[in-house]
């Protein structure tokens, strides 16, 4: 089935729902995960010394506790931070791991509020030869 799924998180509310989605799915196919954010706010584009800013250091334990607890579970796990375009890295961290899944939670916007605000699954789904599984949060 399965043998390396990535997982974009947010940091956000919406991660708990992919994750829960996710875990029966790599446990079943004994999947190694990989967890990636790819942090995109002004400070994260701007900054010359990201790896001191407070965005980043923050980033960095959320996916710390995340890859622990998946650990916990027994999982192989590993964590990818990034930042800049969120759609442009998933795509880059799933090609270069040689992920044959992408699971990741949505908004659900639809129509305007998609051109408004985008939607970085719906560019991953457009961009990608990778399986997209996604899960409204």
Not at 45 to 52: I, T, V
Request: hydrophobic letters at 40%; proline letters at 3%.
């Amino acid at each position: 089935m399965y043998q390396h799924i990535l997982i974009p998180l947010e940091n956000s509310k919406t991660d708990s729902v992919i994750l829960e989605y996710i875990r029966p799915l790599a446990r079943f196919s004994n999947a190694r995960l990989t967890i990636i954010h790819v942090a995109d706010g002004f400070m994260a584009r701007n900054q010359k010394q990201l790896a001191e800013s407070e965005e980043m250091r923050k980033d960095w334990e959320y996916l710390a506790r995340i890859e622990e607890a998946l650990r916990a579970d027994g999982f192989t796990v590993n964590a990818v931070l990034a930042c800049g375009e969120p759609a442009q890295h998933i795509l880059v961290t799933a090609e270069q791991e040689q992920c044959d899944l992408i699971a990741m939670s949505t908004h659900g916007h639809r129509g305007l509020s998609d051109i408004i605000l985008g939607s970085v699954s719906s560019e991953v789904r457009h961009r990608t030869r990778i399986p997209v599984l996604t899960v409204r949060a």
